[in-house]
């Protein structure tokens, strides 16, 4: 996709928060640490001649990214982003997708790239490079606006709604729940492949942070535990479950659960990759009790961004609707 000169002018803002794409081996001890800065990283990738801005508001581990980290990259984002041609934020991959969701609530007018590396710098495959060249590719065409916040990783651009890391090593590792395939990248060029969808996201940024203890998340098993259970959920604001299959949620905890939706938000989230939260035509009534004690059937998210869209209702006083989308 070409730029006008004048875009082709304006820097691309490179938002750079550790994970392994920055990770050296520490000289004395060999440990990994994110050291190097995203101007480092972008002067290794030949023959990228388009102009950059850089930050670091930290570098860490993504899974040591809290509600706070993510609060005050949105932040950033928020004041960096009309200034400069597209955000491209790097990030551990192992909670980049909870990451790019909650940007993804915050900010849905902000088009942002999250991108990462499966493998550290100096190893075989790294794949840091290629993925910080085309998620700048990404932030940068005039298509940004209508994709919202993407994961770019290994040539796929995939939406922050439905991406998930599924493969602890692969280069590949990154897909979707339910195959929402929005682009892909090669030779500098983004390939659409799907229709673009608009969602009901919050669309504002918490004046207070979420609490990360607020929100209680169970993913169930076969034969729960009812005081696990019930110890798992005492005293949340909210309630986030991952119910088996369509929906079903099993005899043992079903009091427990409807119970704490007469106290706070009880969201079921299925912890199947993909399908539909409901089956009235197999299995009819099968949710009556549960809908009309005032549980929220979340259809198209898993129970760690329900998490999050929960955790940030509960931070600005709003209630709870199941994310929706329609074709833009
Ligand atoms: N420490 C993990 C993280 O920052 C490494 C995984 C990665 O970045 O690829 O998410």
Not at 131 to 145: E, F, G, K
Not at 160 to 167: C, E, G, L, M
């Amino acid at each position: 996709m070409t730029q006008t000169a004048a875009e082709a002018d304006i820097p691309t803002a490179v938002i750079a928060t550790g994970g392994t794409i920055a990770m050296l081996a520490d000289p004395a001890s060999g440990v990994r640490r994110p050291t190097l800065s995203g101007a480092t990283l972008a002067a290794a990738i030949r023959g990228l001649e388009v102009p950059l801005a850089h930050f670091q508001p930290y570098a860490i581990g993504s899974e040591d990214a809290t509600f706070a980290h993510w609060l005050q990259l949105a932040r950033e984002i928020a004041a960096v982003a009309d200034a400069h041609a597209g955000v491209v934020v790097m990030h551990g991959t192992d909670t980049m997708e909870e990451a790019a969701y909650f940007m993804a609530e915050c900010l849905p007018d902000a088009p942002i790239s999250f991108c990462g590396a499966m493998r550290p710098p100096g190893t075989l495959g790294y794949d840091g490079g290629r993925n910080l060249l085309d998620a700048i590719t990404v932030a940068r065409s005039p298509l940004a606006p209508r994709l919202g916040t993407v994961v770019v990783m290994n040539h796929e651009v995939l939406p922050a709604w439905d991406v998930i890391k599924s493969d602890s090593v692969a280069l590949s590792s990154f897909s979707t729940r339910h195959g929402t395939r929005i682009a892909t990248v090669h030779d500098r060029q983004l390939r659409p492949l799907s229709l673009p969808l608009r969602f009901n996201w919050l669309g504002e940024l918490p004046a207070v942070l979420p609490r990360a203890d607020a929100v209680a998340y169970v993913r169930l098993t076969g034969s729960p535990g009812p005081r696990r259970f019930a110890d798992a959920i005492a005293g949340a604001e909210g309630v986030v479950v991952e119910a088996l299959g369509a929906g079903s949620v099993p005899a043992a905890v079903r009091a427990q659960l409807l119970g704490a939706a007469a106290q706070v938000p009880v969201v079921l989230s299925g912890r199947a990759l993909s399908g539909p939260l409901q089956d009235e035509e197999s299995y009819p009534h099968a949710w009556d009790d549960l809908l009309g004690g005032g549980v929220i059937l979340e259809k198209r998210l898993d129970g760690p961004r329900a998490r999050i869209r929960l955790s940030l209702c509960l931070a600005l006083g709003r209630e709870y609707r199941p994310l929706e989308a329609d074709l833009i």
